[in-house]
C-alpha cells in the first residue's frame, strides 16, 4: 500500500494550510511528511486550541486513508450525530470543533483570503502524488478521458489523478467558470461567503437532507467511495491499492465494467457537509473547485472541462 503522505486525494482531498514543523512529533513517521492527517492542536492559536478538536492517536485512522479520522478523534461521540444537532449546541466553526475527521478538513484561525487559499490549494494538490509514481507533467498532458455522468459526455484531461474526482464534484455543484459564478466576488470575503451560504441553502432546497443524511461519520466514510465512484463515471480502472473492501463495497465497484458511477446527490451531501460545518469552510471549497476549472464551449454540443489557463480567470500560481 503507498506510504500515507502520498494519499492525498481530491476535494474533497486535502488541504494543507498548517501542518506539524519538521521537528515536531509525528513528523518522524513519514519523510518529508506534510498531509494535515498529522495536524494537532500545536499549530493552532493557544486561545483556540482549548475548543478545537484533535486526534487522539497523533496520526488519524490509516484503515481509512485517513479521509474518517472519527475513531481516534477527542470528538469520537459527536460524530456518530447529525452535524445539525452538534452545531446548534456549539457557537464554534465546525472545521475547529471537528479539526482533523479528516485530512481535508483542518482549522485556520486566521481570516482566509479565498484567492491565495485557492491556489495553495491547487500548488498542494499538484506537488503531492495521489496515486504511486505519479507526476504532474503540466497542463493537458495527461491522458484524455471522457465523464459519463447522467447522461452526459463531459470530455478533459486528467493531468492529476485526483482530477476525476473534482472535474465532476465542481461540475455537478456548478461550481466551473462558466456555469455562472462571479469570480470576482472572491476578492470580497464577505460577498463570497455570501454567495456560498446561497448556494448551500440552493443544495438543500434541491435534496432535502435529513439529520440522519448527514451524521458526519457516514458522510467522511465516504468520501473513497466517491472516489471510486468517479472513477467508474471516467471509464478508468481503479488504481489497485484503492481496490480494497473500505472502498469497494460502499462504491459497488468490482471493475470499471462492473461499477455504480458517481451521482450529483453524493456530490451535494458532500459539499452540504461543509456548509454545516460553516459558510467559510463551504466558501473555500467553492473558491478551490472555480478557480482550477471551467466549462469549455468548443463550438460543438460536446461538453468539455478545461483548466487552469484554458479558463477565463487563472489563479496565482507563480
Known sequence: MATPCRLIFAVAVCRVYTQPAPDEPGCELEEGCTASFLQTTRSLKASVAEKCGHLTNGIGDPTTFFNNNCKYHSRQEDCMRPIQDVMAEHEIDGYCYFNATAMYIS?????????????????SLRATSSSPGETYRGESTGPEAVYNFEGKAIYTHIDVSHYVYDDLYA???????????????MDNSSAWEALSREKCDEIQAMYNFTRDDMILNEVLDMNM?????????????????????????????TSKLDCSPITRREFARHHYMKCLLGYRNSAMDMAYLVSRACLLDDGTSNLKIGHLSECPYAPPLA
Open 225 to 253: 467511495p466517491i472516489l471510486a465512484m468517479s472513477y467508474c463515471a471516467a471509464n478508468i480502472e481503479l488504481p489497485s491499492f484503492l481496490q480494497v473492501p473500505y472502498v469497494t463495497e460502499k462504491s459497488n465497484y
Open 171 to 185: 461540475y455537478s455543484l456548478g461550481f466551473l467558470q462558466g456555469q455562472g459564478i462571479d469570480v470576482r466576488l
Open 107 to 123: 482549522y485556520v484561525p486566521d481570516d482566509v483570503s479565498f484567492v491565495e487559499a485557492a491556489a495553495a490549494a491547487i500548488l
